[in-house]
């Protein structure tokens, strides 16, 4: 598949995956769609699958059942150029949607809003007005409850794993941001194989935490990089599943062979459906096995 990024970022809903799609294809002027298709046979029934390329961030979506829902321990960060983009984004968010900070002026953006989307994703929207802008859409992991304080430590995991990765910006709480401590990340930004992270600490109460409803796939062209992604990052063996493994943050990521895409892209309905079958069976991708239901031998 033509425009993939090496790390995508997949959300799980339960029917709305297709209009999903169609809504974003709306509302980025610079997107497009990349692939869709209906998986055939899995333990939901036939599933669609929906890829999108916006901005410079892939995005996929599943509906695959009321079984995880994505919430706003991952939301996006979108950095606006100008305040007319800032407000275009959140007229077409909020309509249905809800407020989690109201688009005002803070300390450190002169207009910025954090909604919710009427499919449940969160959005951050931030003028940055002539700042350089690493990333146009980003996603942003927030950690909270047990997870709270370790966000520098992931940091330190994720760029150490990842073999192209730099930390961008670091910037604490300071004093006076109870009961955040002094030293929480109150924003950091870094990358990993050129898609770009930010992440932050939150003391509050939150009734979420990270989910299989929002995972972060690694795109790998071998299944020697396979077998090293998902020594490096599984550390819950009941979570491995079809590709899927939750890391020691809880955080989901999907360990995937580059080669799959074309695969479920096909237009044969028996290929698919081989392929399917086959990847339903495994907890960490076999790519000779794949191939060889794709090829059907």
Excluded at 237 to 261: H, R, Y
């Amino acid at each position: 598949m033509e425009g993939i990024n090496k790390i995508m970022t997949h959300l799980w809903f339960d029917k709305e995956a297709v209009e999903v799609g169609e809504f974003y294809l709306k509302v980025f002027e610079n997107s497009r769609l990349l692939s869709q298709t209906k998986i055939p046979e899995t333990p939901s029934g036939d599933v669609d699958s929906v890829t999108l390329a916006i901005e410079d961030h892939n995005l996929m979506m599943i509906s695959a059942g009321p079984f995880f829902k994505v919430n706003p321990s991952v939301s996006f960060m979108v950095s606006c150029t100008s305040k007319a983009e800032v407000n275009r984004y959140w007229e077409a968010f909020i309509e249905g949607g809800q407020v989690m900070m109201p688009l005002d002026t803070y300390p450190f953006s002169q207009l910025y809003g954090w909604v919710e989307d009427k499919f449940g994703v969160s959005w951050q929207l931030m003028y940055v007005g002539d700042a350089p802008v690493n990333a146009k859409i980003r996603p942003s992991l927030m950690f909270v409850g047990e997870n709270c304080g370790r966000a520098e430590e992931a940091i330190k995991y994720y760029t150490q794993m990842f073999r192209r990765a730099e930390v961008k910006a670091v910037s604490r709480y300071g004093d006076g941001f109870p009961p955040n401590k002094p030293e929480m990340l109150n924003f950091a930004e870094f990358l990993l194989e050129g898609q770009s992270f930010s992440i932050m600490d939150s003391a509050y109460d939150h009734e979420f935490n990270f989910s299989e409803g929002i995972s972060f796939i690694v795109n790998c062209d071998t299944q020697e990089e396979i077998d090293y992604y998902w020594e490096v990052l599984s550390a819950d063996p009941s979570a491995e599943q079809c590709g899927w493994l939750k890391d020691q943050f809880g955080v989901s990521w999907q360990i995937v062979p580059t080669a799959m895409n074309d695969m479920m892209a096909t237009s044969d309905p028996e290929t698919l459906q081989r392929v399917t079958k086959a990847f339903l069976q495994m907890k960490k991708f076999d790519l000779a096995e794949l191939e060889k239901a794709y090829w059907g031998e």
